[in-house]
């Protein structure tokens, strides 16, 4: 069986749960938002590609959707959020991770 290099780039040719980049040591970050916690991957690098088409064509919930696997993404929905909840939650993510917000 190949090993894949520590620190070698993760194919995208899926998207991964929480528990799987965990698993995979891809390393996360813990975002708090209307008294929820929510895991993000550490670094929008870690993201699946889609996450990045999402953003250029300024759809923030589906960057949120690929962005938040899972479990997570379900938990995010039925809290039904407003289309401010999508803008605000991407922004502290954002801003854990040390990127601008959508309003910069």
Avoid: C, N
């Amino acid at each position: 069986m190949t090993t894949i290099p520590a620190g070698a780039k993760v194919p995208t040719d899926h998207q991964k749960t929480a528990a799987q980049i965990e698993a995979e040591g891809i390393a996360t970050v813990q975002v708090e938002y209307k008294g929820e916690t929510y895991t993000f991957p550490a670094g929008i690098e870690d993201a699946d590609g889609d996450v990045l088409d999402a953003i250029d064509d300024q759809k923030l919930s589906h960057a949120l959707h690929g962005l938040l696997e899972g479990d997570e993404w379900a938990r995010f929905k039925a809290t039904k959020p407003r289309v401010h909840d999508y803008t605000d939650m991407f922004d502290a993510y954002a801003k854990v991770i040390g990127l601008g917000t959508t309003g910069e």
